[in-house]
């Protein structure tokens, strides 16, 4: 769309932009960047504009746009960013994507999701204009040996985007929750498809969704007590979508680049802000969550990202799979 290629041009640029100089960048005539620019202002954008000197982005509403979020990337990312108002599940909008050809790397982001999915076919809440929720397309070429450690990597890749975006720490509770003071701001769903001759992984769609300008009021009832988001917790100061979109590309490409061999960054760092090893932790089943865990302390995370538990009955065993519910940390349970 021609003004999400404007917006993208203004937002690089901290001087005046002459039409002229954009309607030959973009290939378009200089009527259709005016008209650009009018929608723009017409979204909450502020632009300048002058006779002499052309056009300035002066202030940006928190739109996530493709234009805002490939402004902050390289050129050739563009064309593998999909952007949309709302839709039901970013990570149903890449299945689709992919069984049509999509290139590992490729992006859906939403503004709102009517069917946010979280772990086990619990929902995941996505109100508008408040969070980051992000599809990341890997075509890893690997069996189910090496696919098992992708949560926790991205986990890792995410934490880094707040970081890099916000200049923020959050902490990682076992599996692949991410938190701030020990309530969830960021789920992740990684679902795969196999080949049926090789048993190989044919594609890994990896949703991320962060919290990032909710306010107490946006979560249910039920999540309340243990959900929180990035303004939440830092005074409900409001933050800049776009950017911690485009850092999360940029770490989840980078991921791809390291997949799988450059494991050593990512284990030191998961274990370096891992909240759940040395916690009193409660470990359910898969196949009987709902009945009665079994109590004990998590002691350390293994080099393939599994929990070591010692059981109040004094066994010990290294958990790779299950809902591991962390006790008397400041509420979170």
Not at 19 to 46: H, M
Not at 58 to 82: E, M, N, R, T
Request: charged share 25%; proline share 2%.
């Amino acid at each position: 769309m021609l003004k999400d290629d404007v917006l993208k041009l203004l937002s690089r640029e901290k001087d005046y932009s002459s039409g002229e100089a954009i309607s030959r960048t973009l290939g378009v005539t200089r009527a259709a960047v005016n008209a650009a620019v009018k929608a723009l202002r017409e979204d909450g954008y502020e632009i300048e504009s002058s006779t002499n000197k052309g056009y300035l982005l002066v202030s940006s509403p928190d739109i996530l746009s493709k234009g805002s979020i490939a402004a902050l990337l390289p050129d050739d990312k563009s064309d593998v960013i999909h952007v949309f108002e709302s839709v039901d599940s970013t990570n149903n909008v890449l299945k689709d994507l992919s069984s049509k050809g999509a290139p590992s790397g490729t992006v859906v982001i939403a503004d709102h999701q009517t069917g946010g999915k979280g772990r086990r076919g619990r929902s995941f809440s996505s109100p508008s204009g408040a969070g980051v929720y992000l599809s990341y397309l890997l075509r890893p070429e690997a069996g189910f040996d090496k696919i098992s450690d992708l949560t926790s990597w991205t986990a890792v890749a995410v934490a880094d985007a707040i970081k890099n975006a916000y200049g923020l720490d959050s902490q990682i509770k076992w599996v692949n929750d991410l938190l701030m003071n020990r309530k969830k701001i960021c789920g992740i769903l990684t679902e795969v498809s196999v080949e049926g001759e090789s048993g190989f992984i044919d594609t890994c769609i990896i949703g991320i969704g962060v919290n990032v300008n909710e306010t107490v009021s946006d979560f249910p009832a039920e999540i309340s007590e243990i959900a929180t988001s990035i303004s939440i917790e830092n005074e409900g100061k409001k933050f800049f979508r776009s950017k911690l979109a485009a850092e999360i590309i940029k770490s989840m490409d980078k991921l791809s680049s390291d997949w799988p061999d450059g494991s050593s960054y990512y284990l030191e760092r998961y274990r370096d802000i891992n909240i759940t090893a040395g916690s009193k932790i409660t470990a359910y089943s898969l196949m009987a969550e709902n009945g009665n865990g079994r109590m004990g302390t998590a002691l350390a995370i293994n080099d393939d990202f599994s929990l070591k538990v010692e059981f109040a009955d004094g066994s010990v065993a290294d958990l790779k799979s299950g809902e591991v519910s962390v006790r008397g940390l400041y509420g979170y349970t």
